[in-house]
C-alpha cells in the first residue's frame, strides 16, 4: 500500500477517507490494496480508514486481532455489534466524507463490494459516501513500466502468432482430409500456451458459426462440435506471460473454411469491423488533443456504426472491458450498455474493443482487440495488424 499516492487521490476526490470494509473475503479489492494473505484466516467483519491526512486505522474483532497485521496502522479492537457501531460513530464523526467500494445505481458492479446493509449503517450516522471507483482504477489498473515492456513486445505478439497457429492447424487438418474439432483446437492452443511459458485463467474460445452466436460459448471434452468445410471460425484467445503482476493480452479472430468467403460474412464482420475502428479512432483523436475520454463514449462511438445499419440489437455485449493481472481488470469498462462507466481512461492502462454480431441458432462474429494507452498518451495496439477481412483458410494464396 503506497499512503501517499492514495491519500493524494483522496484529495483529488475530495473525501475524509477511504473506508475499506470486509466481511469474509467480500471485498476483494480491500485485500488487494491492503495486501493481505489470501490464506488469512478471517471470520469478522473488519475495516481500514485511510484518512487523506495521517496515520490509517484498522477496526478489528477482538478474536482475529491478528487479521490486519500486515497493515500498519492504529488498531481498535471490537467484540460485540455495540462496539462496532460505536466504533463507526466516532470514524463518521472525524471523517464525514467517505470512499468505499460501492457505485452508485450499481453503474460499475466491479467496485460494488460493500454490502447495502452496511451503507445503511454508515448514512444513518451520518456519513456522506462516494464511490471509491476512480482510486481503485488509479492504483490497480494501471500499469509499470515492466507490465508495458512484457507484454508489448513479449505476450502480445506471442498470442497472435499462437492465434495463428491455429488457424494453420484448421487449414492443415482439412487438407489432410483429417478430422478435426473446436475442441482439438482449444487443447492445441493450451498446448501452445504451455510451450510458450503462457497461463490463462480458462480455456479459450473455439465457435463455428452457430456455436459463435452464444458469445462465450466453449467447447469441452463432451460438448463440441466438427469443423468442416464451409463452418466461419471464431477463436478467441487470452493469456499472460508466466512471471508475477504479467497483465493479459487478449484478442479474437474470425477464419472461414473455404477459398473464399461468402459475401454475408465479409459484410457482416465488415460492420464490427468498421465499429471497433470508429472506437480507436474516438481514442487516438481525445488523447492528441489532449482532451479526456470516457469509457462509455468509446461503446456509444463502435456501437453506433452498427445500429445505423440495422444490426444493433445483435450486438448484445458491451464493447470492450479493462484489462490488466485480471482479465476483467478493475479500471474502466467500455461499456454504455450493460452498464454505464463514466470514468476517465487513463494512460499506462488497457482495454479491449470487441463489438460482435450474434443471431441465434445461425452465426456469430466478433473482433477484438487490445488498446494499450502509454504514458505519452499514444493509442498502441500490441496485435497489429490488427484483422480487416475473415481469413479465407483454404485459400491457394493464404497469408495473414
Partial sequence: MNLSIIQSLLKKLNVDAWFLYDFRGSNSIAWDILSIPPETHCTRRWAVI?????????????????????VDAKEILYSNRHEWLSELQKIVEQFPRLALEYSPNNDIPTVSKVDGGTIDILRSLG?????????????????????????????????RSIMMEAFLFIRDSIFAEKEITEYDVQQLILELFKQNDMLTDHPPIVAIGKNAASPHYGPTESHHSPIVKGDVVLIDMWATSNSPKSVFADIT???????????????LFSIIANGRDAAVTLAK?????????????????CRNVIEEVGYGKYFIHRTGHNITHEIHGAGANIDNFETCDRRELLP???????????????????????????????????????????LPLLATDFIW
Fill in 285 to 301: 483523436d481525445r488523447f492528441a488533443a489532449g482532451q479526456p475520454v470516457y469509457g462509455y463514449e468509446l461503446d456509444d462511438a
Fill in 253 to 267: 479472430w474470425m477464419g472461414y473454411v473455404g477459398e473464399t468467403v461468402p459475401e454475408r460474412v465479409e459484410k
Fill in 50 to 70: 485511510i484518512p487523506v491526512i495521517g496515520k490509517p486505522i484498522k477496526l478489528v474483532h477482538a478474536i482475529e486481532n491478528f487479521t490486519l497485521d500486515c
Fill in 127 to 159: 456519513a456522506e459516501l462516494y464511490s471509491s471507483a476512480d482510486i481503485v482504477q488509479h492504483i490497480q489498473a494501471v500499469w509499470s513500466p515492466e507490465q508495458m515492456e512484457e507484454n508489448i513486445n513479449g505476450t502480445a505478439p506471442k498470442l
Fill in 348 to 390: 499506462n492502462t488497457s482495454f479491449s474493443i470487441e463489438p460482435g454480431i450474434y443471431i441465434a441458432d445461425n452465426i456469430g462474429l466478433r473482433t477484438e482487440i487490445d488498446v494499450v494507452i502509454s504514458n505519452l498518451g499514444e493509442i498502441l495496439i500490441p496485435t497489429e495488424p490488427i484483422q480487416q477481412k475473415v
